[in-house]
């Protein structure tokens, strides 16, 4: 049941009124009071409607963006599809970032409770899901920017085909003839790389799988420690770009010709994948349709507009570049 209004007062020993006022920063209220009030409401989890406090203070027309960190590669280019939708809608973005883990999610949850903003983004930290359904739960709009992998039902979020991502690059080398392929993943668990994994394993369940975490020192450990136990590998298969280009690294330091000798496929399409050496195929995540799909849809919730409690899926797409050639598509490579 939601937590509301009077809920509050009653367990704090004040009226209505006075509750409003701590939450909206309005009018005197002793400090003491004030103290108490926002104890009982960090306590009972009150999520102010965005309603109620529209018509106490008028609306905040700023937007929340709740991010793991801010270092993740694609995350750039996340944040400015997010801005540049909401801005062009006159609304403000306030960013937080988990960097402190659970201090900064207690600074956030204090924000929440304050109200200062009138919808939230998410790409999801780790360890916060269980909260942001309680506050999807208790009246805030919440949409997802999903990379885990798994979110309730009823959340609204924006993802990708990771599955299909995955399989695309599986496809691409067995058409190259690459019959000996090296898989370095992410962390095992992300959703988003058993589904990438999944999807490769699908259409060459041989692979070589060595599981790295998303840094350039990985790409370069699983090459190393693949040929320094004796695998032949004709291909690689990289969960990031970041990833592959340290594959290449340590492909180029062992005298392997990239791609003469092995092919080297990466994920996401950063703007580095277009300046290793050779240029990086990759797959291509709508990172930045991503965070403006995620943006519109919380934007027309709160404009009162009702949004469908659902997944909204974006396409990868293949790019060929020199890292990764098709004869037969010499004409797409970019």
Do not use: K, Y
């Given at each position: 049941m939601r937590v509301t209004m009077a809920d509050v007062a009653r367990q704090a020993g004040v009226s209505k009124t006075?509750?409003?006022r701590v939450i909206n920063t309005k009018g005197e209220v002793d400090g003491g009071t004030a103290a108490r009030v926002r104890a009982v409401i960090a306590r009972l989890g009150y999520v102010p409607s965005s309603g109620a406090v529209g018509l106490a203070r008028g609306s905040s027309r700023t937007v929340g963006m709740l991010v793991p960190s801010l270092v993740w590669p694609?995350?750039?280019?996340?944040l400015q599809g997010v801005a540049d939708t909401v801005e062009a809608a006159d609304y403000g973005l306030l960013l937080f970032s988990c960097n402190r883990?659970?201090?900064?999610?207690?600074?956030?949850?204090?924000?929440?409770?304050?109200?200062?903003?009138?919808?939230?983004?998410?790409?999801e930290p780790a360890n916060t899901l269980d909260t942001l359904v309680g506050l999807h739960h208790k009246g805030l709009p919440v949409v997802l920017i999903d990379d885990r992998g798994s979110h309730p039902e009823d959340f609204p979020s924006v993802a990708t085909t990771?599955?299909?991502?995955?399989?695309?690059?599986?496809?691409?080398?067995?058409?190259?003839?690459?019959r000996r392929p090296l898989v370095i993943t992410g962390p095992a668990h992300f959703g988003c790389v058993r589904d990438r994994l999944a999807g490769f394993s699908g259409i060459m369940p041989d692979a070589r799988v060595f599981e790295g975490d998303f840094t350039e020192l990985s790409g370069r450990l699983?090459?190393?420690?693949?040929?320094?136990?004796?695998?032949?590998?004709?291909?690689v298969f990289a969960?990031?770009?970041?990833?592959?280009?340290?594959?290449?690294?340590?492909?180029?330091?062992a005298g392997r010709s990239v791609p003469d000798d092995v092919a080297v496929v990466g994920f996401d399409d950063i703007p580095l994948a277009r300046h290793?050496?050779?240029?990086?195929?990759?797959?291509?995540?709508?990172?930045?349709?991503?965070?403006?799909?995620?943006?519109?849809?919380?934007?027309?919730?709160?404009?009162?507009?009702?949004?469908?409690?659902?997944r909204v899926?974006?396409?990868?797409?293949?790019?060929?570049?020199?890292?990764?050639?098709?004869?037969?598509?010499?004409?797409?490579i970019r």
């Open positions: 006075t509750v409003s694609w995350m750039g280019e996340v883990g659970a201090e900064s999610v207690e600074r956030f949850t204090t924000q929440v409770s304050a109200r200062a903003f009138d919808g939230l983004l998410v790409v990771n599955h299909e991502g995955g399989a695309s690059a599986a496809r691409h080398l067995l058409a190259d003839g690459r699983a090459v190393e420690h693949v040929l320094a136990e004796g695998t032949a590998i004709d291909s969960h990031n770009d970041i990833c592959a280009a340290g594959a290449l690294r340590a492909l180029r330091a290793t050496e050779p240029p990086l195929t990759t797959v291509r995540q709508p990172t930045r349709r991503m965070g403006e799909t995620a943006a519109r849809m919380l934007l027309t919730r709160l404009g009162g507009a009702s949004v469908p409690e659902r899926v974006l396409p990868t797409e293949l790019v060929v570049r020199r890292s990764a050639p098709l004869a037969a598509a010499a004409a797409r």
